[in-house]
């Protein structure tokens, strides 16, 4: 037990040191603008480099279409029941039009958390020492998420507490990920997971080309690229952790 408490804290910490180097100050708008295409580069990356093959891996490449249109179709609905534009009286629109969409990246960051507890978990199953090695992997794989949800949201809101929270609140799925793939795993099926993570993916994709690019796309240019492929080759090489 004393283990899986000190695999869980491990895998679990990432988000929270994010978080916390994400409010140390008030980003500024250039900074805000490197985020979000930072963050763009590594949910694409996970998308189309771990997220798709894994789905496709576990049931079919039918599966994992459907699994991308109802993750992409589900973040479309979200879109437009949450409107970009929208009274707020604390700020202004463009700063409600940043925390629109720092929102959606902490959802996406939640939701996509769930399948690594699970990788976790599945690993443990058969030896504890590569439950250490993925939880490390996972663990500093999510700091720099934890970077791009927190410093949007506390760009947008200034709120420095509320916004470590929401953004270090992303490690829960990891804890239940992992739970669920250690005591329940076996009674889910390859194909229901095979529809969750290609889920995950259409909706982190979706969600990368239509409100972190674009959020930014005013003042992008150079250095925002470099940012963007950072983010891509950051997630290659923490791959060769795990």
Partial sequence: MMQEVMIVGLSAIGPVIGSGIGVLKKPST???????????????????????????HLGSTMTCVFGLVIGAASMWLLDHIFPHVHECSACGESECHMGHTANFLILAIFLHNF????????????????????????????????????????????????????????????????????????????????LLIGATAGLMIYISVSELMPAATNNSGPRTTLFFMFGIVSVMLLELIG
């Fill in 30 to 56: 250039a900074y805000i603008h490197n985020m979000l295409y930072f963050a763009a580069g590594i949910m694409l990356a996970v998308s189309f480099l771990d997220l798709i093959p894994e789905s496709r």
């Fill in 115 to 194: 399948p690594e507890g699970m990788a976790i978990g599945i690993g443990g199953s058969t030896d504890v020492g590569d439950s250490f090695v993925i939880a490390a992997a996972i663990a500093i794989h999510n700091i720099p998420e934890g970077i791009c949800t927190s410093a949007p949201h506390y760009y947008a809101y200034g709120n420095r507490l509320k916004s470590f929270i929401m953004s270090s609140l992303s490690a829960l799925p990891i804890v239940v990920g992992y739970f669920v793939a250690r005591y329940i795993f076996g009674q889910i099926s390859s194909q229901t997971m095979s």
